[in-house]
């Protein structure tokens, strides 16, 4: 419950579920007026990485899709506010849970290996050095971690585990990635790991995450009066005073406006964006070369070269070589293709998560998403996702990069994976419609860092003014989630209000003596 009335307007820089969830939180418990909150969002709908849409002839696209599970407590918490989009009576948060009862996972096809379901799926692979440095890291103190890499910590051989195939390819971790953003969700999702090899205790939504999450916040933001303005973008804030007090006193947007912030405003700014500079393609063409402009890692950039304790964007923004991969999304022309994976993979469509082909050259993984994945999509042309954690390498049947295929090229890699024949390839995607998109910052949050590197939620000094999303620090949660976003806004309206009361805690599975008990045996296991 408000503990008192939070005054002033309250702009939020961004479109994000951090940004959306802060107006949430503003309203239903700080006792905000929607017409007191404004949204600023460059592109042309809110909802940042929580995208799904049609595009026009060309089909449908989603870049990719957040991980769920039940000890994501603020997301729940939020969600439970949200009336359903296909049932008002019940909340988003309920929608979810009936969703997962009706479709429980349990991938019976978790990798695959020369066109077969792989012998040994259920297996970790881990020998006893594997082990042994694997309950090192979750033991060790961040803090004596620093900069170091995935590489750093682990032999070779661990690289060519099943244990790291499935890791890394269920969270986008790559070797040369932060061995201490690793350690984090090892502790956080320990009780997750007997589930691991059949990725069981995830939780999915209904629809792709737009139309289950971001659409439902939206229309009830907007019930409230909420201003959301699309297509503008914050080119620059003016702050003001010295790093001990200092203000937001103006944004200024790209089209030339600038916007006053009044003494009793508040502002939230969202620094970077997983899915700046992301550009696509379509069935014949591949994405450019070039990237897309990124407007969030170039306000970040301004404002970090002219005010000290914002953090370092170049530490994440970087080395997009190192923080890239291309995903892809079809559009089928019939069920043919869900009827053949059902049969291949034993899992009912919607149930089995992801489907990783572990001697890929691209290390190429696809999803048979519940149908219908978007509402609105007609029952005879199902929609099913695919990515490639290692797209910088030559593929098996294309011999390019993944970033430079087409999206019919990665129709005929997977077809090579999967050992279709020619008449199979042309039954299952004879007319299919595939965008490609690479997104050269997608795991830009993984990359190795120091203390600094990313700034507080409520920098040093700053009286009106916070940072939420990915690129905030938060101890102990995990980035990639969308359970850091909301609890980066959750924890910014605490402390710039005083109107609400903090997050719920991070739930910590690694002081649950059961979790690391059953998490010890399967390591143990091997």
């Not at 905030?472 to 995990?478: G, H, I, K, N, Y």
Request: proline share 7%.
């Amino acid at each position: 419950m408000a503990q008192h009335r939070a005054t002033g307007r309250h702009y939020m820089v961004g479109g994000g579920i951090a940004a959306l969830s802060a107006a949430v939180l503003l309203i239903r418990d700080g006792g905000v007026p929607g017409d007191q909150i404004t949204i600023l969002e460059h592109r042309d709908t809110a909802g940042g990485s929580l995208d799904g849409s049609r595009q026009a002839e060309a089909g449908y696209l989603t870049r990719g899709g957040r991980m769920f599970e039940p000890n994501f407590v603020c997301t729940l918490d939020l969600l439970s506010a949200i009336p359903a989009p296909d049932d008002p009576a019940i909340s988003v948060r309920d929608d979810i849970i009936a969703f997962n009862r009706m479709v429980p996972g349990r991938a019976e096809c978790r990798l695959v290996r020369n066109g077969h379901r792989a012998e040994d799926r259920y297996q970790l692979g881990l020998g006893a050095e594997e082990i042994v440095a694997l309950n090192r890291l979750l033991l060790i103190p961040e803090g004596r971690l620093g900069a170091r890499t995935i590489n750093d910590w682990f032999a070779p051989a661990f690289f060519g585990t099943n244990f790291w195939v499935m890791w890394s390819t269920m969270f986008s971790f790559q070797p040369w990635h932060s061995v201490a953003e690793m350690r984090r969700y090892m502790r956080r999702f320990l009780h997750l790991f007997p589930g691991l090899a059949r990725i069981e205790g995830i939780l999915r939504t209904r629809y792709n995450q737009y139309d289950s999450i971001v659409a439902p916040i939206l229309h009830w933001l907007s019930a409230q009066g909420v201003d959301l303005r699309t297509g503008a973008s914050v080119a620059d804030v003016t702050i003001t005073g010295t790093a001990d007090a200092r203000r937001v006193t103006q944004l200024h947007l790209s089209t030339g406006t600038t916007i006053d912030i009044a003494p009793e405003d508040r502002v939230y700014l969202t620094l970077g964006s997983m899915t700046d500079a992301t550009v696509t393609g379509d069935s014949d063409t591949p994405p450019p070369a070039s990237d897309a402009p990124a407007p969030g890692f170039d306000l970040w950039r301004r404002l970090a070269a002219r005010h000290e304790g914002l953090g370092r964007p170049e530490v994440f923004a970087g080395r997009p070589d190192r923080t890239s991969w291309t995903s892809f999304t079809v559009t089928l022309p019939s069920p043919a293709f869900v009827t053949f994976m059902e049969d291949f993979t034993r899992n009912r469509t919607g149930t089995g998560g992801l489907v990783t082909f572990a001697e890929s050259g691209w290390l190429m993984s696809i999803v048979m998403f519940h149908q219908p994945h978007f509402r609105g999509q007609p029952a005879n042309q199902p929609v099913f996702w695919g990515y490639g954690l290692r797209g910088d390498r030559p593929g098996d049947a294309i011999a390019k990069p993944m970033a430079q295929a087409t999206g019919h090229e990665m129709l005929d890699e997977l077809a090579h994976q999967l050992r279709l024949t020619a008449n199979q390839r042309a039954e299952f995607f004879g007319g299919a419609r595939v965008i490609p998109c690479r997104m050269p910052l997608i795991t830009s949050q993984f990359m190795p860092r120091q203390p600094g590197d990313r700034p507080p939620v409520i920098p040093r000094g700053a009286e009106n003014f916070a940072v939420i999303g990915q690129f905030c620090d938060l101890p102990r949660e995990c980035v990639f989630t969308v359970e850091y976003s909301i609890r980066s806004a959750w924890t910014a309206v605490h402390r710039l209000t005083g109107a609400i009361a903090p997050p719920p805690p991070v739930v910590r599975s690694d002081r649950d003596p059961r979790a690391l008990l059953r998490a010890a045996g399967v390591l143990l296991s091997g």
